[in-house]
């Protein structure tokens, strides 16, 4: 038996999220906190701290600049919706599970998990519904 060579694929060129998919991601991440029902601080605290401003600007429409890092947070945030929605059937359930005490996690709310404000807290919340879902 003669090995097939295997034909490999270079990793996608510009896999950054673009101007146009960050404003995208803005104005969903808007719908989002409306249907997780956050408040103005919540909003801007998981967004990395920006601006009560900036983020009315946001609410109206007049999403600006999007650094990195800000994309990224709601590339997670979108990720942890997608997440829910695959566990919950009916969407209204996983927006009110965010809130909700969970014994996994220490009698915390995911909300609570996120909120301490750092990146990685998105990034780890993302992968345990990841795994709860038996994405892998």
């Known amino acids: ?78 990720g942890i919706h997608k997440g829910l929605r695959y566990l919950f059937t009916e969407p209204a359930r996983g927006y009110a599970w965010i809130r909700k005490p969970n014994a996994t996690f220490g009698g915390q709310s995911a909300l609570d998990l996120m909120l301490r404000g750092d990146i990685s807290d998105l990034a780890a919340m993302r992968e345990w519904l990841d795994a709860e879902r038996g994405a892998w």
């Open 1 to 78: 038996m003669q090995l097939q060579a295997i034909t490999t694929t270079p990793a996608a060129v510009g896999s950054a999220i673009s101007d146009e998919e960050a404003g995208a991601l803005a104005r969903s991440t808007v719908n989002l906190f409306k249907a997780w029902n956050l408040t103005d601080f919540e909003a801007c605290v998981l967004l990395g701290g920006i601006s009560a401003r900036t983020w009315a600007r946001w609410k109206e429409g007049a999403v600006g600049r999007i650094d990195r890092d800000l994309r990224t947070r709601m590339a997670h945030l979108m």
